[in-house]
């Protein structure tokens, strides 16, 4: 679904303009509607921190120039989505730029980690967003449950299950997930 794109410019600016709260850590628009999300939790950033070491160190070898970042929005104004994955890989020239999110056309690889409070986002709804980008990897981490789905091929028709301590191929990466932690 996307949104007219008056609203989403709309949103965009109301987005832009709220105050930091404390417990927010990430703002998105989706099917038309401002979402905050609550701050992730020591576990969920420790994830975050494990797989991107381990592809920052693959990417010298696979796409010289890129890098595994956490910290930057991704935005298809055309779907009228503004995401902030927990991680991306794309090009580090891309951070010299002047627009104030990351392009789906740069991205290779966008990693979620489940939240406690709203999984269906990760499992539903961002499939269907990062596939309609044309992303052509997303990697799913659980810690609800240890275990996590790499989604591959154009519409994401290809989809590997694995549990926490398997190494799972996602693209030309390897991940080993036995350091990654489940909730307590």
Not at 17 to 27: D, E, M, N, V
Not at 70 to 78: F, R, S, V
Not at 125 to 145: A, N
Request: zero cysteines.
């Amino acid at each position: 679904m996307s949104v007219d794109p008056a609203v989403y410019d709309r949103l965009r600016e109301i987005a832009s303009q709220l105050p930091q709260i404390p417990g927010i850590g990430k703002i998105e628009i989706a099917d038309g509607e401002i979402v905050m999300m609550m701050s992730p939790v020591k576990r969920h950033e420790l994830a975050v921190l494990r797989i991107a070491r381990q592809l920052n160190a693959q990417l010298p070898a696979t796409h010289p120039g890129h890098i595994a970042y956490h910290g930057a929005d991704l935005e298809d104004a055309g779907l009228g989505r503004l995401r902030n994955p927990d991680l991306m890989v794309f090009p580090e020239s891309t951070l010299e730029g002047e627009q104030s999110a990351v392009l789906p056309h740069e991205v290779l690889l966008v990693v979620e980690i489940v939240s406690k409070s709203n999984p269906e986002n990760d499992y539903r709804d961002k499939v269907h967003d990062y596939s309609t980008m044309g992303i052509p990897f997303y990697l799913i981490i659980d810690p609800r449950t240890g275990t996590g789905i790499v989604h591959s091929e154009p519409g994401y028709t290809s989809r590997k299950e694995f549990a926490f301590g398997d190494t799972v191929a996602v693209g030309p990466w390897t991940i080993d997930t036995g350091g990654l932690l489940t909730y307590a």
